[in-house]
């Protein structure tokens, strides 16, 4: 997503497209994408600074890190972004940052619920879907 800094209107200009996670590299073992990144760009510019509030929607899928279980993680965040305006530079390229943005919200210990039971360590059952025979005896 690249910003034309003289083609941005007076009063701002909006940019949006979709990533594909691929493209931006952003698909690793543990996490991965449903569908595209749906980003969202509001552009303004102040004499000497291009201001960007960015808005990021995808959906990620994990594994619970205590019963393996695969969930979905809605991200959907927004933030501001300032560049300064260069002469010889007159692109502002956002990708970078899009990236940046998505990998600073990766789940480090993804749990698919907050009271996640895990798995019994002895046969392996999921505890969440009910208790195996192995704490009782
Ligand atoms: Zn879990
Ligand atoms: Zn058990």
């Not at 619970?64 to 991200?75: A, G, H, T």
């Not at 956002?94 to 990766?106: E, F, V």
């Amino acid at each position: 997503m690249k910003i034309e800094v003289n083609q941005i209107s007076i009063g701002g200009s909006i940019l949006e497209q979709d990533f594909s996670p691929a493209a931006l590299e952003l698909e690793i073992d543990i996490i991965k994408f449903r569908g595209p990144i749906k980003a969202r760009a509001d552009v303004s510019r102040i004499t000497n600074a291009v201001t960007v509030l960015l808005s990021l929607k995808a959906t990620m899928y994990v594994n619970c890190s205590r019963c393996l279980k695969e969930f979905d993680i809605d991200l959907n965040k927004e933030i501001e972004l300032n560049y300064p305006v260069s002469k010889r530079e007159p692109k502002i390229d956002l990708d970078p940052d899009i990236r940046d943005q998505i990998i600073l919200d990766y789940p480090i210990k993804p749990l698919c619920s907050e009271d996640c039971k895990g798995l019994c360590a002895k046969c392996g059952k999921n505890l969440n879907e009910g208790g195996c025979s192995c704490g009782t005896t």
